[in-house]
T-cell receptor, first 111, second 114 residues
Framework: SQELEQSPQSLIVQEGKNLTINCTSS?????LYWYKQKYGEGLIFLMM?????EEKSHEKITAKLDEKKQQSSLHITASQPSHAGIYLC???????????FGKGNQVVVIP | ETGVTQSPTHLIKTRGQQVTLRCSSQ?????VSWYQQALGQGPQFIFQ???????GRGNFPPRFSGLQFPNYSSELNVNALELDDSALYLC?????????????FGSGTRLTVV
């Protein structure tokens, strides 16, 4: 089974609407990373969360980490076409030198 | 400051052939990790190189091998290519082997095996 489950798998929103995507881990989280990927391209780093309850924002994107639920959510306010893409969450484990990724959330923003 | 660069961007190979992919790490980064991303999947860790030595390996067969050079650039070699090796290969560099902060990815090499 997948170590990281991302939901929903895909999401279509109208421009200007808010959206939330989730990433749930089946193992203890040490660090949780959010990346954005345009189709077939590299990963662009968005945010890293490390402590339970931590919340970070960058422009219109906010990510939170719920350590008890082993879950992170990423919220986009007033979505724009530039927010379209695949959002990947990656988890690091203590003492580990790699990231385990979920399958991604595909976000489509309709003008 | 230059980012992570990968070459080539696209590649088509025949089953059974060998391929070499290249990665130049971000300035100041001494650790390089390689990932394989199949269509519709998240990236899967192949291995990491630190100070020219392999420093951790994922669940990939020995026909996946690598090198790191004194300037911290790296190569990924895949022998006896199989159709399932078709994927986007991503390289990531970081400051130190155990430090994922600042983990920076390149744009990837799209490998198609026919």
């Amino acid at each position: 089974s997948q170590e990281l489950e991302q939901s929903p798998q895909s999401l279509i929103v109208q421009e200007g609407k808010n959206l939330t995507i989730n990433c749930t881990s089946s193992k203890t989280l040490y660090g949780l990373y959010w990346y954005k990927q345009k189709y077939g391209e590299g990963l662009i780093f968005l945010m890293m969360l490390q402590k339970g309850g931590e919340e970070k924002s960058h422009e219109k994107i906010t990510a939170k980490l719920d350590e008890k639920k082993q879950q992170s959510s990423l919220h986009i306010t007033a979505s724009q076409p530039s927010h379209a893409g695949i959002y990947l969450c990656g988890a690091s484990r203590y003492g580990n030198n790699r990231l385990a990724f979920g399958k991604g959330n595909q976000v489509v923003v309709i003008p | 400051e230059t980012g992570v660069t990968q070459s080539p961007t696209h590649l088509i190979k025949t089953r059974g052939q060998q391929v070499t992919l290249r990665c130049s790490s971000q300035s100041g980064h001494n650790t390089v990790s390689w990932y394989q991303q199949a269509l519709g999947q998240g990236p899967q860790f192949i291995f990491q190189y630190y100070r020219e030595e392999e420093n951790g390996r994922g669940n990939f067969p020995p026909r996946f091998s690598g090198l790191q050079f004194p300037n911290y650039s790296s190569e990924l070699n895949v022998n006896a290519l199989e159709l399932d090796d078709s994927a986007l290969y991503l390289c990531a560099s970081s400051l130190e082997a155990g430090n994922l902060y600042g983990y920076t990815f390149g744009s990837g090499t799209r490998l198609t095996v026919v």
